[in-house]
């Protein structure tokens, strides 16, 4: 037990390199993929406007308009993923999740992985480390759940 006049010891967000839970080369190699694809994945979205319509943003990209909404009447599970997900790298936060929280969620948790493992990089600490101490199924269960909630929801607010 500790008194109220020593503060409570925290578990450090990052650890050396040399004490990571994989090699060092295979944790900096995987820190510099995430920081290369999220990178990639915000200059391209940077390159286009968010759709008005709340999705269909992709087709900018030269995708195939989605075809759910022809065969079943309604938005496919990941309708406006991409549209928020560039109103977020534009800097429209609101727009982003009012448009398709998971896809704004997405793109948030992306952006941050990046900028950790970015500060990992530089610093020299795991990047590893952190992501096995992370509650993976926890995280799944609510990710699965908060896509069908925002489904769920673009059904209610869809318009063709």
């Known amino acids: 037990m500790t008194s109220p006049a020593t503060p409570a010891v925290r578990a450090p967000l990052t650890i050396p390199l040399a004490d990571g839970p994989v090699a060092a080369?295979?944790?900096?190699?995987?820190?510099?993929?995430?920081?290369?694809?999220?990178?990639?994945v915000t200059l391209v979205l940077r390159g286009v406007q968010p759709d008005g319509r709340g999705f269909g943003t992709h087709e900018q990209l030269g995708l195939e308009p989605?075809?759910?909404?022809?065969?079943?009447?309604?938005?496919?599970?990941?309708?406006?993923?991409?549209t928020a997900a560039c109103h977020l790298v534009h800097g429209n936060l609101l727009a982003a999740f009012a448009t398709q929280p998971f896809g704004a969620t997405l793109m948030l948790t992306a952006l941050l992985a990046?900028?950790?493992?970015?500060?990992?990089?530089?610093?020299?600490?795991?990047?590893a480390d952190l992501l096995v101490r992370l509650p993976v199924r926890r995280l799944f269960?609510?990710?699965v759940a908060l896509l069908l909630a925002t489904w769920g929801w673009k059904c209610l607010v869809f318009v063709p």
Do not use: K, Q
Request: hydrophobic share 50%; aromatic share 8%.
């Open 25 to 40: 080369w295979a944790d900096r190699c995987a820190a510099a993929v995430v920081v290369g694809g999220v990178a990639a």
């Open 141 to 143: 269960a609510g990710a």
């Open 66 to 82: 989605c075809g759910w909404p022809l065969a079943y009447g309604i938005p496919c599970p990941t309708c406006g993923v991409t």
């Open 114 to 127: 990046a900028l950790h493992a970015a500060a990992c990089l530089v610093r020299r600490r795991s990047f």
